[in-house]
């Protein structure tokens, strides 16, 4: 079994920041590429970064120059530094992960942590 669980979450004020992680553990999983999303209430959730093993980046247009993923491959550990943060960054944000396991693709989903920017 895979699991993904993130961390971090916060009420911070406009302006602020904060470092959501994500810990991924479970036999067999050679992951390839994992993923940050988010979903405000009333939209629907939308990519947010991905990185890849080989360390490549991608951002939403949103939170680019804001925001800064990173991976520690030891810890199988995924980050999100999150600068200037603003009210829309409002969101339940999840973590994903896809790979292989036992010869098969697969993908899997954190259950997701509150952040709240607010005044």
């Known amino acids: 079994q895979v699991q993904l669980v993130e961390s971090g979450g916060d009420l911070v004020q406009p302006g602020g920041s904060l470092r959501l992680s994500c810990a991924a553990s479970?036999?067999?999983?050679?992951?390839?590429?994992m993923g940050w999303y988010r979903q405000a209430p009333g939209k629907q959730r939308e990519l947010v970064a991905t990185?890849?093993?080989?360390?490549?980046?991608n951002y939403a247009d949103s939170v680019k120059g804001r925001f800064t993923t990173s991976r520690d491959h030891a810890k199988n550990t995924m980050f999100l530094e999150m600068n200037n943060l603003k009210p829309e960054d409002t969101a339940v944000y999840y973590c994903?992960?896809?790979?292989?396991?036992?010869?098969?693709?697969?993908?899997?989903w954190g259950q997701g942590t509150q952040v709240t920017v607010s005044s």
């Open positions: 990185i890849t093993t080989g360390g490549s980046t």
């Open positions: 994903n992960a896809a790979g292989e396991r036992f010869g098969a693709w697969r993908d899997y």
């Open positions: 479970g036999n067999a999983f050679n992951i390839y590429t």
